[in-house]
């Protein structure tokens, strides 16, 4: 997995940066290596807006892409439920293919829904 971090209103701090590589190290367990997943941390200059610590992903895997976007008050907040977001994604595409996959290879055989 290619990991990207960059700022937009801010400058990122080196402690910010690895707090995301840290969390972000869980996708690395599901995602192959080719994946590039860019992290883009902003600050929402908007005095109404309470939550302004933003945090938006990109993956870019072979076949489709992800996206997801939090924000809190807290730019650690922020990046922890985005880990969270983007790691159920990445497990809900995964199942989703592995459960179509299952449901071919059972009706292949000759089975049919009727005979279930």
Not at 11 to 27: C, D, G, I, T
Not at 28 to 47: C, G, K, Q, S, T
Not at 91 to 102: A, E, L, N, P, S
Request: proline share 2%.
């Amino acid at each position: 997995m290619q990991l990207q971090i960059k700022g937009k209103n801010l400058e990122v701090s080196e402690s910010v940066r690895s707090y995301a590589e840290r969390k972000l190290s869980k996708l690395d367990r599901v995602m192959h290596d080719d994946a590039r997943v860019e992290i883009e941390l902003a600050v929402e200059r908007n005095p109404s807006v309470a939550d302004n610590q933003v945090a938006e992903a990109t993956v870019r895997m072979k076949g489709h892409t992800l996206r997801a976007r939090e924000a809190s008050r807290d730019m650690k907040a922020s990046i922890d439920e985005l880990a969270e977001k983007l790691l159920r994604q990445v497990r809900d595409g995964r199942d989703k293919r592995t459960t179509k996959r299952r449901g071919v290879d059972k009706h292949a055989n000759g089975d049919t829904p009727a005979d279930e």
